[in-house]
Nanobody
Framework: QVQLVESGGGLVQAGDSLRLSCAAS????????MGWFRQGPGKEREFVAY????????YYADSVKGRFTISRINARKMVYLQMNSLKPEDTAVYYC?????????????????WGQGTQVAVSS
């Protein structure tokens, strides 16, 4: 059974950092683009970042570019999201997702598997 399990969320102050982790039980982890999405209070789920299957390519939403870094370790079946200079508007539930598409995607409908989410709250 495929499972994605996020961890690392919490309550921090503006300007602080957090690192989210996602452990994936995917049979062939390196066959999936891995993405992070988030859903703030009263908002739709939105794309944050993805990393290609090999880890050689990354892409970020404009709102997090320069502050967040996505990475993966295929041998450990892990993906990470390092979040620096956090802002109150980053408050959301953060989801890890896996996409088997040939090319990396930024839309939620493209992703095949999802974690349960981890809460990030940033106070001003």
């Amino acid at each position: 059974q495929v499972q994605l399990v996020e961890s690392g969320g919490g309550l921090v102050q503006a300007g602080d950092s957090l690192r989210l982790s996602c452990a994936a039980s995917l049979p062939i982890f390196s066959s999936y683009t891995m993405g992070w999405f988030r859903q703030g209070p009263g908002k739709e789920r939105e794309f944050v970042a993805y990393i290609s299957k090999s880890g050689g390519s990354t892409y970020y939403a404009d709102s997090v570019k320069g502050r967040f870094t996505i990475s993966r370790i295929n041998a450990r079946k892990m993906v990470y999201l390092q979040m620096n200079s956090l802002k109150p508007e980053d408050t959301a539930v953060y989801y890890c997702a896996a996409d088997a598409s040939i090319l990396p995607q930024t839309t939620t409908r493209s992703y095949d598997y999802w974690g349960q989410g981890t809460q990030v709250a940033v106070s001003s």
